[in-house]
């Protein structure tokens, strides 16, 4: 596992690592989907999102958004996260895949929304390092 919770007040947070960029935006998702769900049946077809923004925090937070308006819409848990992110000029462009699994197949807690506040994404010992807080 690439990544923890971790108690945040009322919220929860998610710590993760990855050996590139797109690995740490990978393992915040499978850490999101961690805090709805601690069990995950093998069911789900996988589906992609792309998602442009002008700041690498910005990138996360929107891919993130993103994962969490898919499983409002598609009435899935995204989990099995694949993401890939890339400069391009000004902005950032996260391309990601999840395999979605029908909430009615799972027990699952709802995550509100991603939030800023005390949202770290930084390059550290050879990897990057995310901390995100959750609002569930």
Do not use: N, Q
Request: proline share 2%; with cysteine; aromatic share 8%.
């Amino acid at each position: 596992m690439a990544y923890e919770l971790r108690e945040h007040t009322a919220d929860v947070a998610v710590e993760a690592r990855g050996d590139t960029v797109g690995a740490v935006f990978a393992s915040v998702a499978d850490g999101m989907a961690a805090a709805m769900c601690e069990s995950v049946p093998e069911s789900g077809d996988r589906f992609e999102v792309e998602v442009v923004a002008e700041g690498l925090e910005a990138a996360l937070f929107d891919y993130l958004d993103e994962l969490i308006y898919e499983r409002d819409v598609r009435g899935v848990l995204p989990v099995e996260h694949r993401a890939t992110v890339e400069r391009r000029g000004d902005e950032w462009l996260v391309r990601g895949s999840a395999r979605g699994v029908p909430l009615l197949s799972v027990d699952a807690r709802e995550v509100k929304a991603v939030t800023y506040s005390e949202m770290v994404l930084e390059e550290r010992d050879g990897g990057w390092y995310a901390y995100v807080v959750l609002d569930v």
